[in-house]
Every structure is written in C-alpha cells, then in structure tokens.
C-alpha cells in the first residue's frame, strides 16, 4: 500500500470508528523547509466550527510498514483525537485569549529555522534574523504535544505591541522552559542501559542540549553558552544543529574542526533527520574571546 492509498483509507476507517455525528478530512499543511505533510481533522458535525488540531499521519505509515498493523494506527489516531477533546476546553480558551497581548504573552516562545529554506515564510510570518537562521515565534496553545500557532505580522496590530517585545518576551518564557545541557554518554545510558556500565559525565566532550520537551530546542542557542560554562568551565566549544529541537555541544579540545563536524552534520541530516526538521548543513563555533557565535 503506498502512503496515498494508506491515507485513504485511514480517512475511511476513522470515519466508520467514530460514526456519521463526526467528519473526518484529509487535511495537507505546508511545514518548514517547504516540505509538506498529510493528516486527518476531525470534527463533531453539530459543533459550531472551531480550532481543529490535525493529526498528522507520516509517523503512522512508517510503523504500518514496518509491521502491517493497520488496525492499531486506526486505534492510534482515534485515540489521540480523545485525547485532544479531553483538553479542547483549555485549548480554546488559550485560543480566545489570542486576542490580547497580556492573556498570550506567557504562551510565546522562539524558533529556530534554516533562512534559506523558509525564505518564503518572511513575508507573513514576524522573525528576526540571526546568522543564518530565522527566528519565528509560536504561541503554544496546548501542553500536551505542544500544539502552537506561528505568529504573523498582522498579530502585532491585533496586540498593539511591537517586534522588539515580542522578541524578548519570548526569551523570557524560553528561559523558564526546562533546558538542560546532559553528557552524551548520559543520554546513550538513558535510552540504551545495556550499553553504558557506568556514568562518566567527567569525560564527556560532547553534550546535548534542548528543552524539557524536546520541541524547537534549538532556539536555545542565544543562552546556551551561559549553560555550558556551569558545566565546562570557559570553553571554546562547537555546535552542531541536530535539528530544530535540538543542539549538539562539543568542547573544542583541539580534535575536531569545523570541516569535519560540518560534513557529521550534512550526513546525519540525510540519514536520520526528517527533511521538515533539519535546521542548518554546517557547524557553527563558540568563541569566548569574541563571545559570539561564529560559522
């Protein structure tokens, strides 16, 4: 079955799970990087219309063909939209509060993105640039997955703010958000406690650093070098744009160089990072000196 065929006919099961006082569309989204995805909307057909989360179905096909169980991603996304109407509550009423600056300023948050892949997103949508990245920012409307709404221009005179509060709103609330800097070899332990005997935090050189949530982690790359120094000492160090969730922090202990981590960065993009995702193909470089992010 190809992804087309399989989207079909998840519209068609959800549809006959949930029965005629609900409709399901297939909805297609254009994401980062001008990629685009596919997914199911589902709605009550005696609601009045509202904000409709999208559940996205990639993640879905690549299980199914991995090992066929079509019926469980059918149960799969039936039971994720339950899930959203358990908070639609909460979600509407962060949705309402859109509407003015003081109820949505403590939802806002920045994301980190690749310029030149989102060249197209500068017309509508507020960003700053740095380096070779956009900034953007997304009100988060949910707490669980992160649902979240990208900020456009026209937002600003809807709440009689400017660009530069926004911005720095934005870093305040980013502040708050749970990043930590964790030891490779603690993370390999983590996800695979059969490999690693024994922490050794000590001798890590390289680090991973985001967000509690893991969601557009990247965008902490404006204090990441405060974060580092608690835990290195004043380091000259590398970073590698995992994704947009993520950074990779590398001490500069004179075995690497920027070639050859950009080209670690260029393969690992190809082989295991999805194409929506992919934030930067090069290394970038921390110098104390010059206390600023250089590539």
């Known amino acids: 079955m190809d992804y087309r ?15 005629k006082s609900y409709k399901v569309q297939i909805i297609t989204t254009t994401k980062l990087n001008g ?3 596919t997914g199911l909307s589902i709605s009550r057909t005696q609601e009045p219309p509202q904000v409709v989360p999208v559940l996205y179905l990639e ?11 079509f019926a469980e991603c059918v149960e799969e996304i039936c039971a994720a939209y339950k899930n959203q109407k358990q908070s639609e509550e909460k979600i ?21 993105v690749s310029a ?6 500068k017309e509508k949508y507020l960003c700053k640039e740095y380096l070779d990245f956009l900034v953007l920012y997304m009100v988060r409307i949910t707490d669980v997955g992160f649902g979240s709404i990208k900020i456009t221009k026209q937002m600003l005179d809807l709440w ?19 990043y930590q800097i964790r030891g490779f ?31 557009f982690g990247a965008a902490g790359i404006f204090f990441c070098a405060e974060m580092f120094r608690e835990v290195v000492g004043r380091k000259n160090f590398y970073i590698l744009p995992s994704s947009v969730h993520e950074l990779i922090l590398i001490k500069d202990n004179g075995g690497y160089d920027m070639e050859t981590l950009s080209a670690m960065v260029k393969n690992v993009n190809e082989g295991q990072v999805t194409a929506d995702e992919r934030l930067s193909d090069h290394a970038y470089y921390y110098d ?8």
Not at 59 to 64: K, N
Not at 188 to 202: A, G, H, L, R
């Open 92 to 112: 509407m009423e962060n949705v309402e509060n859109m509407r003015n600056w003081e109820g949505i300023k403590n939802r806002i948050y920045p994301m980190l």
């Open 35 to 37: 990629t685009e995805k």
């Open 288 to 295: 104390w000196k010059k206390n600023k992010v250089i590539f």
């Open 59 to 69: 993640e879905c096909f690549e299980r199914y063909l991995q090992d066929g169980g």
């Open 185 to 215: 070899s603690s993370v390999i332990k983590e996800t695979y406690p059969d490999m690693v005997e024994k922490e050794t935090e000590e001798s890590d050189f390289m680090y991973v650093f985001t967000n509690q949530e893991k969601y």
């Open 5 to 19: 065929t399989f989207v079909e006919k998840m519209k068609e099961q959800v549809q006959e799970r949930l029965g």
């Open 116 to 121: 030149q892949e989102n060249e197209e997103l």
């Open 160 to 178: 009689g703010t400017c660009e530069d509060e926004v911005y720095f709103q934005a870093l305040i609330n980013m502040k708050t958000d749970g």
